[in-house]
């Protein structure tokens, strides 16, 4: 395919690596966190697995108000109106952080009235309780965090979250590190030390994210626009916020409908939880280049999209798909067969490795359409064409993977292994049903610049 006149691979190179960067940060604290709970035993490490999909439904609950940020503000760059990006910038601030806090303070409430011996194994449940308050009570903060980072990166100033975040991945690996294993002189504070450097690592992001933006003037007075014009933007993010998070509230709830079902099996259920934990961290570890070069398309097809040159914006998530599906193809041969040593890196109990192993090798199958599949997915967002990727999402994880994963799991007694062919199972007919859609442009005929 020839290459698209008006971005050359320089330019995405050039936007993607420092996303790499910040997509490295992401995964390093998240396998630091990894790491320290599989260090102290299993049972921390299936509470921080069950706790993190509780703390990424939450956040998704807010994703309404922020969802539709890199496409409004990159178009309103694209069509050369700074000024609106600006409005944009600072209203999705303000929205980000009163819907975190809003969640934030119910999810606080829940986690009080809930005993969480009804909803994981009780040998967990007071980890469980206090990952889950010190996750809800960083909400506010690590979502204004993660919104700011997004209008950097829609200006195209993406040092700037990239430095952000390595300051907190500092902060973060000296303080869990050093309170949960009692390293360098700290004192050991086991789990809870994991949790709560967390909320303190994401409220130093975001003082640092908010010093930023006041400096390379995206916020300042004319940000924050009077009550007549966000009485307009706010339904135009509507529509492009609204479907995505529906989308992402759809697949995560799954995810932890999911989980529910791997908790419950009648054998080795702390087991087969740790093991999606680490192989699912060990997939996204494998995919966070990804998410970086997603990113840029992102921004780019929306810059495109601003400026008049959809169809330019369709070649190039076109292409990159495909140069992305045969990378991961071959990674993917080469963690299916190293997934073992992969596994023991993080952990030594020969239950989580074995059941670890099969869900990377069942993942690594579906890997090349995944990763195509995502960056078409990409494209989507950034042109604001959220609704198709709603309705692959909603249909695919709840009448493909959910249903599928109980059938075998527990109707049909294959126990971690049959809920683990269920998610594949889903994410295969994700893939397949995103990439008809955009083959079939039904989706580029009826966007337009906001």
């Keep these: 395919m020839p290459e698209t006149k008006v971005v050359s691979a320089r330019e995405v190179a050039l936007l993607t690596i420092p996303q790499l960067g910040l997509m490295f940060c992401y995964m390093v604290m998240s396998m630091i966190d990894?790491?320290?709970?599989?260090?102290?035993?299993?049972?921390?490490?299936?509470?921080?697995?069950?706790?993190a999909q509780i703390l990424a439904f939450l956040m998704l609950l807010t994703a309404v108000v922020g969802s539709g940020c890199m496409a409004m503000v990159s178009q309103s760059l694209g069509a050369g109106k700074p000024l609106r990006a600006r409005r944009y910038s600072g209203l999705i601030v303000a929205l980000s952080f009163t819907a975190g806090s809003v969640i934030s303070l119910l999810g606080l409430g829940v986690l009080l009235a809930l005993p969480m011996t009804d909803l994981v194994p009780e040998a967990i449940a007071p980890m469980v309780r206090t990952f889950g308050f010190a996750y809800a009570a960083q909400l506010p903060f690590y979502y204004s965090l993660v919104m700011l980072n997004s209008v950097f990166r829609a200006h195209k100033m993406v040092w700037l979250p990239t430095a952000t975040l390595c300051l907190v991945t500092a902060i973060k690996f000296v303080s869990s590190v050093g309170l949960g294993l009692g390293w360098w002189g700290f004192p050991q504070l086991g789990y809870a030390a994991v949790a709560w450097t967390t909320f303190a690592s994401s409220v130093a992001g975001f003082i640092c994210n908010i010093i930023l933006a006041v400096r390379v003037n995206i916020l300042r007075a004319s940000s924050f626009a009077g009550w007549r014009w966000n009485k307009l933007a706010m339904p135009r993010l509507w529509r492009v916020g609204a479907p995505a998070a529906l989308g992402n509230v759809a697949g995560h709830a799954g995810s932890i409908v999911l989980l529910a079902c791997v908790s419950s099996l009648p054998?080795?259920?702390?087991?087969?939880?740790?093991?999606?934990?680490?192989?699912?961290?060990?997939?996204?570890?494998?995919?966070?280049?990804?998410?970086?070069?997603?990113?840029?398309?992102?921004?780019?097809?929306?810059?495109?999209?601003?400026?008049?040159?959809?169809?330019?914006?369709?070649?190039?998530?076109?292409r990159y798909g495909l140069w992305v599906a045969a990378a991961l193809a071959v990674a993917g041969l080469g963690l299916y067969v190293l997934c073992g040593p992969v596994i023991r890196l993080f952990t030594q109990e020969s239950g989580t490795v074995a059941l670890a192993e099969t869900f990377l090798q069942i993942s690594c199958l579906v890997l090349p359409l995944q990763g195509m599949s995502q960056m078409l997915s990409a494209v989507l967002a950034g042109a604001g064409a959220t609704r198709f990727?709603?309705?692959?999402?909603?249909?695919?994880?709840?009448?493909?993977?959910?249903?599928?994963?109980?059938?075998?799991?527990?109707?049909?007694?294959?126990?971690?292994?049959?809920?683990?062919?269920?998610?594949?199972?889903?994410?295969?007919?994700?893939?397949?049903?995103?990439l008809q859609i955009y083959v079939q442009k039904k989706w580029f005929g009826a966007i337009r610049v906001l």
């Design 34 to 51: 990894l790491w320290v709970a599989g260090q102290l035993n299993e049972g921390v490490l299936a509470a921080l697995g069950f706790t």
């Design 267 to 318: 054998l080795h259920a702390v087991d087969a939880i740790a093991a999606m934990t680490l192989g699912m961290r060990v997939m996204g570890f494998l995919l966070f280049p990804l998410a970086g070069l997603g990113m840029t398309l992102t921004i780019l097809s929306g810059h495109l999209l601003g400026a008049g040159l959809g169809r330019d914006g369709y070649a190039l998530g076109l």
């Design 389 to 434: 990727t709603c309705r692959v999402s909603c249909f695919t994880t709840w009448g493909v993977s959910v249903p599928l994963a109980y059938c075998l799991a527990h109707w049909l007694d294959f126990g971690a292994f049959g809920a683990y062919v269920g998610m594949a199972c889903g994410t295969l007919v994700a893939s397949i049903w995103t």
